[in-house]
């Protein structure tokens, strides 16, 4: 157990539709960053915040945002949802801003359908 | 093109067997990370070298770090089928620390 949470583990939903995806990071982490990985494909570096603030972007799309609270949590939003978002999302965290490391969530899999 | 490449992209092999996958890149890298990750699970590190030339073992895992800090090699010493995953290479982007960049990965089957 890396200590970070992810929910919900599974998620179908329709084309053009919007969903939100909810990250806990480690107790004490600060960094959390987001990851999609298509099928059979690599980790694709999405968004990172440090301490509620945005601190670095990735191939992030416009249709994508995301956020994190004074708790820590963060949560990703993905709205007019395509076929092609279609993924496993991976949130993970550390404890600075400048990764290096970072401990795993068990993802969300998302199904566009 | 990816920040970090690695090879080779598949490896089936038999129990038993020795392999190495590599992790390359044209930039040199403050760190490097191995994770391994199973199907439907989120990656789990492995180790992370940070100085050049370093050697770091876990039981039957030995991990490299170039001299140069460009490239690093993971060896399994008589793999089973427990080893069997996805290997990926990781770290901090030269450009910008910021971003926390993955190699495409090693997809190792073990066969018992």
């Known amino acids: 157990d890396s200590g970070v949470t992810q929910t919900p583990k599974h998620l179908i939903t329709a084309t053009g539709q919007r969903v939100t995806l909810r990250c806990s990071p480690r107790?004490?982490?600060?960094?959390v960053y987001w990851y999609q990985q298509s099928l059979d494909q690599g980790l694709q570096f999405l968004i990172q915040y440090y301490n509620g603030e945005e601190r670095a972007k990735g191939n992030i799309l416009e249709r994508f945002s995301a956020q994190q609270f004074p708790d820590l949590h963060s949560e990703l939003n993905l709205s007019s949802l395509e076929l092609g978002d279609s993924a496993l999302y991976f949130c993970?965290?550390?404890?600075?801003?400048?990764?290096?490391?970072?401990?795993f969530g068990q993802g969300t899999r998302l199904t566009v359908v | 093109t990816q920040l970090l490449e690695q090879s080779p992209q598949f490896l089936s092999i038999q129990e038993g067997e020795n392999l190495t996958v590599y992790c390359n890149s044209s930039?040199?890298?403050?760190?490097l990370q191995w994770y391994r990750q199973e199907p439907g699970e989120g990656p789990v590190l492995l180790v992370t070298?940070?100085?050049?030339?370093e050697v770091k073992k876990l039981k039957r895992l030995t991990f490299q770090f170039g001299d140069a800090r460009k490239d690093s090699s993971l060896h399994i010493t008589a793999a089973q089928p427990g080893d069997t995953g996805l290997y990926l290479c990781a770290g901090p982007s030269p450009r910008n620390f910021n971003k926390f960049y993955f190699g495409s990965g090693t997809k190792l089957n073990v066969k018992p």
């Open positions: 070298v940070v100085t050049g030339g």
């Open positions: 930039s040199v890298f403050s760190s």
């Open positions: 993970a965290s550390s404890t600075s801003a400048v990764p290096t490391e970072a401990f």
């Open positions: 107790s004490g982490d600060l960094s």
